[in-house]
C-alpha cells in the first residue's frame, strides 16, 4: 500500500506552497460548464489557507501544444474560485507562466492568500518536463502539493520535474484519497472482488484486462470491446466494432481467466441497428448471431441480468467504460443498469473515470459511489499496475 506524505504531515504557516491542481475544465464562451474538477480541489486549499499557507496554484487546461491560446487562459477559473473559496484568488497573468506577475505576485504574497498562475501547457517545456520550468515553478514555493491525479500518469514539469527543485514535496487530498481507494482495491480488496470493464477498445485496456486477472473473482466485459471477445469465440458480430488484430489477446484472456478460477462473463444478448442514432429501428439479438448489415449498440436485457447477478453478492467493484453508445439515449439502457446496480450495492464501488465517471454523475449516482475517479488514464495505468510518475516522485511517510 503507498503511503505518501500528505498535507497533514506539513507546517506551510509563512511558507510559499505551489499547488498542482486538475483545472482542466470545459469553458464555453468564456463560462465553466462543469466545475467538478475546481470543487475536487477545494479541500486541499482551505486546508493549506487555514494553515497560513501562501498558496500558488497552477493547472493545465486543454492542450495548447506549448502555444499560447486565449482561450485556454484559466482566467475563468481564478473568477470562480474566488467565488468558491469566498475570498480573492488573484491571476498572474503571464503567457511564460511565471513571468513578471507571478514573481511580483509571489514575492508580496500574506499568509492565507491565494493566487493562480496561467495554464503550464502554453510553455513547450511542460510536457517534455524540461528544467528550465521546472526551475521557473519551483522558484516561487518551497513546499509543493501535488492533487491533480488525472494528470498523474504524466512525467510533466509541474507534476514530476518540478519536485527535484524544493524542500518539500506531498499529496493532497484528492490525490490521497484516489490512492487510497484505487490502491487499496487493487491490492487489498474486500472480496469477492468484481472489475467491470466496457468501452470501445480492447487495445486500450489489454494491460488492465492481463492485471485484473490476477486480481478480481468476477471479470465483467462489455461496450464495444466486448465484440472481439464473441468474434474470437467464433461469433458472428455483423457491422459491430472489431479489432482484428486482438482476436487472439481476446481468445487468450479467456484462457488465463479459466486458468486463474476467475469468473470471465461476456454479453449474451444485445441491441442492434444499422445506425447509432435515437431514430434507428432496434432489436434484441444473441451477441454471436448479429445479421450481417447491423451493429451491437448495447449489452441487452439478459446479459443486463446476467450482470447485475454477477455483482450482487460483491463487496468491492471497480468500474470502467460504458456499456453501449450510451452518449445515444436509445443505447444507453445498458450503462445506466450497471450505474442503477452498483448505486444499490451495499460494496465499496469505484469508478474510473472517463466515460464511466460522466455516465454515472449524468444519471445523478454520484453520491451512491464510494469514489469517482478524477483522472481516466490515471486510473487505467493505475489499475493495469504501474507506477505513475506524478506519485513516485513524492516521500513516502
Partial sequence: MLNKKTVDDINVKG???LVRCDFNVPVKDGVITDETRITAALPTIRKLVADGGRVILCSH???PKGQVKKELSLAPVADRLSELLGQPVKFACDDEVVGVNAKAAAAEMK???????ENTRFRPEEEKNGENLSKDLASLASVYVNDAFGTAHRAHASTAGVTSYVDEAVVGYLMEKEINFLGNAVDDPVRPFAAILGGSKVSSKISVINNLLEKVDVLIIGGGMGYTFVKAAGGSIGKSL???????????MVKKAEEKGVKLLLPVDCIIASEISDDAETAV?????????????????ETIKMFRDAVKDCRTVIWNGPMGVFETPKFAKGTEAIAE?????DATTIIGGGDSAAAVNQLGFGDKMSHISTGGGASLEFLEGKELPGVAVIAEK
Avoid: C, R
Fill in 341 to 345: 446496480t452498483l448505486a444499490e450495492l
Fill in 111 to 117: 499568509d492565507g492568500e491565494v493566487i493562480l498562475l
Fill in 242 to 252: 472489431l479489432e482484428e488484430d486482438y482476436l487472439e489477446y481476446a481468445s487468450e
Fill in 285 to 301: 439479438s444473441p451477441v454471436n448471431a448479429i445479421p450481417d448489415d447491423k451493429m451491437g449498440l448495447d449489452i441487452g436485457p
Fill in 15 to 17: 511558507k510559499n506552497v
Fill in 61 to 63: 487546461m486543454g492542450k
